[in-house]
Structure formats: structure tokens, C-alpha cells
């Protein structure tokens, strides 16, 4: 390829800097690259480090991506650790570094520039936030810390801040150090990307493993207490929990002052704005990463999100364009996944909150099908939750959580999301079947089947939380389970007429009301809706039957 650069600079490495510099040398073997990071780490696996925490990761060079010397070495890239870049010159095309160990400062000359200066973890500006004991955890010095303090002050009690992915796993390495934990979020619920029905199971678990959950708490302060050298965090409602240990984990500023000095564009969320190809309002500098705002995949609004694929991916697109390429970015699904304590939950696309707060028109689906065959032992329930256009069933986005499988299906989704797929692809995809694996009809393939026949109107669905429908004074409630199931829990002013008996008793059923059917899970209400309305009856399924009507109840309570 033709020589086009002289000089590329780039600011940050971990995901999006590191991955920038080596497709560029793959590029360009001709172009010199200089990496300037203001740590002592050039790449390294910051998903990694609740688990280093944790001692499941054990030694500290396994979260090294790479160093300095693999870059020299197999990339012919300069890295030079703890130099941090304090301005940009536009005009003259230069940037000021600043050796952090020795204090000069030197003046650099760039082609091309590359901005991929991360986030960083938000530290609230309340009282004793800066009391010894209190972490986040971005850096590996600050996990090294973390696993200083434990060993050194024999933590028994600690409090998270903020029930997110990094809060979440978190919780469970300190859980697994017989730590006891309390996690405080100010939202009402845990894993916002999460619908609020759908995250019942988790904090079933986290319950159940002893953590208390203190949501719609915000925190006002912290304190220490001499005697003991316990630390008190302070609630908004007045409540002073005891710690060991604090995690900060409320999430991340993108680190765009640099960009903001220089005059570069830098939106409302905080982030530098780029192009597609990467580019911010300055032609000759381009920005990566979670310092930069793109937009939602599904969308189309500007959004901040901090997540390693997405990173990598950017950095790749941004040194093809730089030589000569011509590579879009596609916008950002926030496909994410998540272990909390034997749990799996993973999200792509947007949420229900979402899609309303856009105005979008969707329809969604809830099952609850097993990993694998029922027949083969230790199928494990699949709780996923589908969100489509309601006029074509394009997608629009997927939740779900559950032991096994969680992840693989929403891979699945999120490549057909991405590909402009709709629920009619979701039933026909050809998936891989073994006993042990999946069964004929995955539950990729229900969800599809179920949104498809919605859409068709073979067996229109109906939600617990659409009171238009489930207003008992207009709906006629028909429960199809076994007489024991019903017995055990259903629906008050339900009406039981199980699924084998139904059509010998269809003279008992109204003939002007809306009729809501539901079972377990959804599939005996789906059979007893298309018979009803095969026979004329105003029939609708359920959707997940009455395991999600106990997640929408549970929501409700706690509302």
C-alpha cells in the first residue's frame, strides 16, 4: 500500500488505542506509530479485574493484553508508558507530553492523531468520599489496592455502589471471599440495560447468597468511626450502613477534557463527537473508544457506552480510514453479558424504557423454555424476553437470564439484529441440535415462532403489565393449567378449564369479552388461544404465562 502517513500518533492504549496501533502497522509498515499511555500499562483486560479481585485471576500478567515490548517487538511500535499528553496544538500539528516520573516535557509532531483516552470510573462529589477504604475499580493499581486492603484489614462487610455489570461481578468475588455485601443503587432496579420485570431472578439470588438490596437509595455521604475504623455510608433516607470495604461502582465519564481544550466537538454526553469513520471535527484527528459518543445501533441517539468489543472495533475502523480505506462504524448495539453468582445475564438492542422514551412502536414476547431438551437431564430454564417492530417484527432488542445457555442465544440475536433481522428470521433459523445442546425448536426459534404468530394474527398476545386488557371488569381471565396448578397460585377471578377440557366446554366461555389466556410459560395458552379463536372467540395469549405475570406482580409490589 502506498506510504500516505508520516507520523501516527496515539493517546491511550488498552482496548481502542492498542487495537488502533496494530491494525495501523498492519496498514502501513512504513508510518511511525508512537503510543503515549499515562499509566504504567499499555493494554490490559479491565473486564478482568473483579476477578483478580477475586482471586479467580491470579496472577497479575494474565490480564497483560500486551507490553510495551511485544508492540517494539512484533509491530515496530514505540510505547511509552507513564507520558501523559496535556494539550494539543491543531494549528501546528503538534501535541505536549509529560514524562510523569521525571516531570519534562517534551513536544511531539503528528500526521495523524488519534485520541483514545477512555473513561474514568465517577467518584460523586459528596462528603468522605475520599476516606481510605473507598475503591473503584478501572485500573489495575487500584485492584491491587483492593486486594491489599482486604488481606490487610481482614474485610467481613462491604458495600457496593451501584448494582451494574462492574457492581455486580464485583459482589460476587467478594461473596465468594465470604464477604457479607450490601449493594445500594439510586434507580429501582439493578442492571438498567435490563428491563425491570426482568431482573426479579437475580435479585432473588443475590438475596438468597445473603446480600441485602437497598434501591432507590441514593448516597449522601461517608464517614469513619475512630474506634473501630469502620466506614458508614449515609443514605438520602436516613440509613448509616457499616463497611469494611466500599466499591464505587456507578459507572464512567468519558475523559474528553483534552479533546475539550483543543476545541474538538464534544456532545451533551459528555463525548467527543466523531463520524462514522471515526473522525472528529478536526480532519487530521480521530477519536476511539469510551471517550467517544455514537450512536444506538437501533435508535440512532448518541450514547456513551463503555464496553471493550465496541472499542476494539472502532480503533480497527479508525486506521483503515486512516490509510485510505473507507470503513463505516455501525453504531452500538450494547451487547453485554454478565455471571452474578451462577446466574447469566446478557442484553443486546435496546430496552422496553427505550424504545418508549424514542417514541418507537414495538411489540415484545416473554418464554421461559429449557436450555435443552427436556428428556436429558438438567435442562435449565431460558427467561428471555424479545422486543420487534410491531408493523414489519424488525428487531429491536433481547434480554435474558437464566444457568446455561444465556449467552449463546443472545449472540444469535445480536448478529440477526445486526443484520437488519426480524422475529420471521428468529423461526427460521437453522441452529445446532443435540440433546445435550439445544432441542429442534431452540429458543431462538419459540421467540421467533411466538412474535410471528402475533404478527400474523394467529394467536394475538396480551401482557400483565397492559391494563387496558387485563382490567378484570372487561377481560375474562381462563387459567388452562391442571386443576393442582391452579390451586397452588392463579389469578384472582381466573377461571380454570384445563387445556384437555377445553373443547368440551367451550358453551361456558363469554362470547363479548376480550379473553386472556395463560398457563405456565405460555405454550398451553398459545394452543388453547388458536382454538378459541378459531372458534370465534376474542382470545389472547399471555405472553410467558404466569412466571412473567410473577415478575410484572413482583415489580408492582415493590413500585
Known amino acids: 500500500m502506498e506510504n500516505k502517513k508520516e507520523r501516527l500518533l496515539i493517546v491511550g492504549g488498552v482496548a481502542g488505542g492498542a487495537s488502533c496501533a496494530a491494525r495501523a502497522r498492519r496498514m502501513n509498515e512504513d508510518v511511525e506509530i508512537i503510543v503515549f499511555e499515562r499509566g504504567s500499562f499499555v493494554s490490559f483486560a479491565n473486564c478482568g479485574l473483579p476477578y483478580f479481585v477475586g482471586d479467580v485471576i491470579e496472577n497479575e500478567k494474565n490480564l497483560l493484553v500486551a507490553t510495551p515490548e511485544l508492540f517494539r517487538q512484533r509491530f515496530n511500535i514505540e510505547v ?54 473507598i475503591f473503584t475499580v478501572r485500573t489495575i493499581p487500584e485492584s491491587r489496592m483492593i486486594r491489599s486492603w482486604l488481606s490487610e484489614y481482614s474485610v467481613k462487610q462491604a458495600v457496593v455502589i451501584g448494582g451494574g455489570f462492574i457492581g455486580l461481578e464485583i459482589t460476587e468475588n467478594l461473596i465468594n471471599k465470604d464477604i457479607d455485601v450490601s449493594i ?42 475512630e474506634e473501630d475504623k469502620k466506614l458508614i455510608v449515609h443514605t438520602d433516607s436516613g440509613k448509616a450502613l457499616e463497611a469494611d470495604l466500599i466499591i464505587l461502582g456507578v459507572g464512567v465519564r468519558p475523559n474528553s477534557a483534552l479533546a475539550k481544550e483543543a476545541g474538538l466537538e464534544v456532545g451533551a454526553t459528555g463525548g467527543i463527537v466523531v463520524t462514522p469513520y471515526m473522525n472528529t471535527s478536526d480532519p487530521h484527528i480521530w477519536a476511539v473508544g469510551d ?18 468489543g465496541p472499542a476494539n472495533r472502532q480503533g480497527r475502523i479508525a486506521a483503515d480510514n486512516i490509510f485510505g480505506q473507507k470503513r463505516r462504524y455501525r453504531g452500538t448495539q450494547a451487547t453485554a453479558v454478565c455471571g452474578i453468582l451462577g446466574l447469566t445475564a446478557a ?27 427436556g428428556y436429558y437431564p438438567n435442562a435449565k430454564p431460558v427467561h428471555l424476553k424479545v422486543l420487534y417492530a410491531k408493523e414489519d417484527g424488525k428487531l429491536l432488542g433481547a434480554q435474558a437470564i437464566g444457568e446455561e445457555g444465556i449467552d449463546k442465544r443472545m449472540d444469535v440475536i445480536s448478529m440477526a439484529l445486526q443484520l437488519g433481522g426480524t422475529v420471521f428470521d428468529l423461526e427460521e433459523a437453522e441452529l445446532c441440535y443435540a440433546p445435550q445442546y439445544g432441542a429442534a425448536k431452540d429458543p431462538v426459534n419459540i421467540a421467533g415462532m411466538i412474535a410471528a404468530n402475533q404478527l400474523r394474527g394467529y394467536a394475538p398476545l396480551a401482557h400483565w403489565n397492559n391494563f387496558q386488557l387485563t382490567d378484570s371488569n372487561k377481560s375474562y381471565f381462563l387459567d388452562v393449567r391442571n386443576p393442582s396448578e391452579y390451586e397452588s397460585g392463579h389469578v384472582d377471578n381466573a377461571v380454570n378449564i384445563p387445556l384437555h377440557d377445553l373443547r368440551e366446554r367451550l358453551d361456558e366461555l363469554p362470547q363479548d369479552r376480550p379473553i386472556l389466556v395463560y ?5 398451553r395458552g398459545y394452543y388453547a388461544t388458536r382454538m378459541l379463536r378459531i372458534k370465534g372467540f376474542n382470545a389472547y395469549n399471555l405472553s410467558g404465562g404466569i412466571i412473567t405475570q410473577g415478575d410484572v406482580k413482583e415489580l408492582a409490589l415493590k413500585a
Open 80 to 133: 511509552r508508558l507513564r507520558n501523559e499528553v496535556l494539550s494539543i496544538d491543531r494549528q501546528a500539528q503538534t501535541i505536549k507530553v509529560r514524562e510523569r516520573d521525571s516531570g519534562k516535557e517534551y513536544e511531539e509532531r503528528y500526521d495523524d492523531l488519534v485520541l483514545a483516552t477512555g473513561a474514568s470510573a465517577i467518584r460523586p462529589p459528596v462528603p468522605g468520599i475520599d476516606l481510605p477504604g
Open 291 to 308: 471517550v467517544t459518543e455514537n450512536a444506538n445501533f437501533v435508535t440512532g441517539e448518541k450514547q456513551v457506552v463503555a464496553l471493550a
Open 519 to 523: 398457563c405456565r410459560v405460555g405454550q
Open 347 to 373: 442484553a443486546t438492542g435496546v430496552n422496553e424504557k427505550s424504545l418508549k422514551k424514542a417514541n418507537i412502536k414495538y411489540e415484545k414476547v416473554y418464554l421461559h423454555p429449557g436450555h435443552h431438551v
Open 184 to 225: 445500594i443503587d439510586k434507580g429501582d432496579q439493578i442492571l438498567t440495560p435490563l428491563d425491570p420485570e426482568m431482573t426479579s431472578e437475580i435479585e432473588k439470588r443475590l438475596k438468597s447468597h445473603g446480600v441485602e438490596l437497598y434501591l432507590g437509595e441514593g448516597v449522601t455521604g461517608f464517614s469513619s468511626r
